[in-house]
């Protein structure tokens, strides 16, 4: 089975922030630097259907080959048509329960931005969390205000699946998010953004072992 959710550095693809590059070549280069999860996220207002359906069908055979976990943004039925690992929603998405029965053991995820919607979600089976955004972040319209690292303290202490850290997360608060007990880290702008991505995320993946590092010796 696969894992619910790796340690380490969770890439999300959308072209819009990407370059120029397409969600394909920018997906093969985050998996030969090493990401341990992908979710793919695209808009219908921006590609249509089959063209989502295409690309899922070309990342998903470059994430089966690496073993990286491969995550479909809100449609359910694209991640079950590209037989993904799984799917994430957010807050004014479908319903976890029902959800469930749809994809069965499928992994789902839920962004959370509140200690009660994180509590609400392990209620109703998600099998993981967002928290966030950490930090402002300008990559999703309509989000809410940052939630701060005191909501990822809280989640760290009182939530007992796993969570990604994600919003506004760049090289130089990394540290910072990792030393407040993320173990599973998202950066957007910051990764498809760069000019260039293997080189970027290896040195995301040297700041997120150092500190992980230093709090192993602390304990």
Known sequence: MTARLNPGIYGILTEKFSRGRSNIQVAQEMVNAGVTTLQYREKPASKSMGEMYKECVAIRQITRDAGVTFIVNDHADLALMVEADGIHTGQDDLPLRPLRKLVGDMIIGRSTHSLDQAR??????ADYIGVGPI??????????????????????????????????????????????????????????????????????QTIYKDTSAKLYQAL
């Open 120 to 125: 609400q979600a392990v209620l109703e089976g």
């Open 135 to 204: 930090f402002t972040t300008q990559t999703k319209e309509g989000v809410c205000d940052a939630v701060g690292l005191a909501y990822l303290d809280h989640v760290a202490a009182n939530i007992a699946i796993p969570f990604v850290a994600i919003g506004g997360i760049k090289a130089h608060n990394l540290g910072q998010v990792v030393s407040h007990g993320a173990r599973t880290v998202c950066m957007i702008t910051e990764i498809i953004g760069a000019e260039d991505i293997k080189a970027t995320i290896q040195g995301l």
